[in-house]
């Protein structure tokens, strides 16, 4: 027997008679038939060509769609079934789609004035939020007993004990890098001994406090925006304001307190491993280890190391209060939150280049 020809088949083809090219759609423009032969019939349509659509069969939605999209190409559609052209005449065909028109852009003042007020209101958050943090140090020193020392111990545990690690380990990287690039130009002029001198000085007075203060900041300041954050976005940070306890004393001060006590000690770790990776180097140069540390303790004094220490002090407070600021000025949805990490991260190394440049002045004239 032989095979019969579909008769749920559409058909898009050029056609030609006295009155010249034509295109012929014929068969069932169900969902079906329409799919084969969409982009076929979208390709051969152009302007001021007629559309002979006497011979369909059947037509749904998705072959009144085609029909549209072709009389929108400039195709003139003749002879559809008046049952199929009552439907299509609904969705006035003939009429051009309307763009959305370009945003008028606003004027130059009042878009002056948009950014005034933006500026305005994040200068009054940040006056806020001092104005808050502030408070709450004063209760605490007034009460120590509202600390909640369990958190604060958590949050020590966390920015502290398991950023120890990565810190020594960069720290390790520093000394080594910084005294093998040091060594072999030095050696040239028989002054590979003072390369301890440029190490030590180097890492206590400025590598050490500021490489710490880089990774807290990636790491630990980076974790109180998102934690934060995830909090104010599940609405947590309401339920703890409608249980009568304030989110800065209650998330926000063992946050602060656990990182500006971590990141000094964590930075004379890392200056200890620094100028240890250091000694290793110099022993490849023949220069012993108590030889190093002499030279170490020889020029670096107390104040570079009260300097340094001071440092890392203000980085890691800096540090805590800009992760959890954002963390609280979180706006609604998931992307929201991993724009405060990411607003916290830049905000964080900001603060680190300007104070860092605040302190070289203020040595300076302090003669340090």
């Given at each position: 027997?032989?095979?019969?020809?579909?008769?749920?088949?559409?058909?898009?083809?050029?056609?030609?008679?006295?009155?010249?090219?034509?295109?012929?759609?014929?068969?069932?423009?169900?969902?079906?038939?329409?799919?084969?032969i969409w982009t076929q019939a979208r390709q051969l349509a152009?302007?001021?060509?007629?559309?002979?659509?006497?011979?369909?069969?059947?037509?749904?939605?998705?072959?009144?769609?085609?029909?549209?999209?072709?009389?929108?190409?400039?195709?003139?559609?003749?002879?559809?079934?008046?049952?199929?052209?009552?439907?299509?005449?609904?969705?006035?065909?003939?009429?051009?789609?309307?763009?959305?028109?370009?945003?008028?852009?606003?004027?130059?003042?009042?878009?002056?004035?948009?950014?005034?007020?933006?500026?305005?209101?994040?200068?009054?958050?940040?006056?806020?939020?001092?104005?808050?943090?502030?408070?709450?140090?004063?209760?605490?020193?007034?009460?120590?007993?509202?600390?909640?020392?369990?958190?604060?111990?958590?949050?020590?545990?966390?920015?502290?004990?398991?950023?120890?690690?990565?810190?020594?380990?960069?720290?390790?990287?520093?000394?080594?890098?910084?005294?093998?690039?040091?060594?072999?130009?030095?050696?040239?002029?028989?002054?590979?001994?003072?390369?301890?001198?440029?190490?030590?000085?180097?890492?206590?007075?400025?590598?050490?406090?500021?490489?710490?203060?880089?990774?807290?900041?990636?790491?630990?300041?980076?974790?109180?925006?998102?934690?934060?954050?995830?909090?104010?976005?599940?609405?947590?940070?309401?339920?703890?304001?409608?249980?009568?306890?304030?989110?800065?004393?209650?998330?926000?001060?063992?946050?602060?307190?656990?990182?500006?006590?971590?990141?000094?000690?964590?930075?004379?770790?890392?200056?200890?491993?620094?100028?240890?990776?250091?000694?290793?180097?110099l022993l490849t140069f023949n220069?012993?280890?108590?030889?190093?540390?002499?030279?170490?303790?020889?020029?670096?004094?107390?104040?570079?190391?009260?300097?340094?220490?001071?440092?890392?002090?203000?980085?890691?407070?800096?540090?805590?209060?800009?992760?959890?600021?954002?963390?609280?000025?979180?706006?609604?949805?998931?992307?929201?939150?991993?724009?405060?990490?990411?607003?916290?991260?830049?905000?964080?190394?900001?603060?680190?280049?300007?104070?860092?440049?605040?302190?070289?002045?203020?040595?300076?004239?302090?003669?340090?």
């Open positions: 027997m032989a095979p019969t020809e579909p008769t749920n088949t559409a058909i898009a083809q050029i056609r030609q008679d006295a009155g010249g090219d034509y295109l012929y759609l014929a068969g069932r423009l169900d969902a079906e038939g329409t799919a084969v152009r302007p001021q060509l007629r559309v002979e659509a006497a011979a369909v069969e059947y037509c749904d939605g998705a072959g009144l769609a085609l029909i549209y999209a072709l009389i929108q190409q400039g195709a003139h559609v003749e002879n559809l079934p008046q049952r199929y052209g009552a439907l299509l005449n609904e969705l006035n065909p003939n009429e051009p789609l309307q763009s959305t028109p370009p945003e008028a852009r606003a004027p130059f003042l009042i878009r002056l004035g948009a950014r005034a007020a933006t500026i305005w209101n994040a200068f009054y958050d940040l006056m806020e939020f001092t104005g808050e943090l502030t408070a709450a140090w004063g209760v605490w020193l007034r009460k120590p007993g509202i600390m909640r020392w369990g958190d604060m111990l958590e949050q020590c545990l966390k920015s502290g004990v398991n950023a120890l690690p990565i810190v020594l380990l960069v720290a390790f990287l520093f000394g080594v890098i910084l005294a093998f690039q040091s060594a072999v130009p030095m050696r040239q002029f028989g002054a590979e001994l003072f390369v301890a001198n440029l190490v030590g000085l180097s890492l206590v007075r400025e590598l050490a406090p500021l490489m710490t203060a880089v990774l807290l900041a990636g790491r630990t300041g980076a974790a109180f925006a998102a934690e934060i954050g995830t909090m104010k976005v599940n609405e947590e940070i309401n339920a703890l304001i409608t249980l009568g306890l304030e989110p800065v004393r209650f998330l926000v001060l063992p946050r602060i307190l656990a990182v500006t006590l971590m990141a000094p000690l964590l930075t004379v770790l890392a200056e200890i491993i620094g100028i240890l990776g250091a000694g290793l180097v220069i012993p280890l108590q030889t190093t540390v002499a030279q170490v303790m020889d020029s670096v004094g107390f104040a570079d190391y009260v300097g340094g220490l001071a440092k890392a002090t203000v980085y890691g407070f800096g540090i805590a209060v800009i992760g959890c600021r954002r963390g609280l000025n979180t706006g609604a949805g998931a992307s929201a939150v991993g724009a405060s990490t990411t607003q916290a991260v830049v905000s964080s190394i900001v603060m680190l280049v300007v104070a860092d440049g605040l302190f070289a002045v203020a040595f300076y004239y302090l003669g340090w």
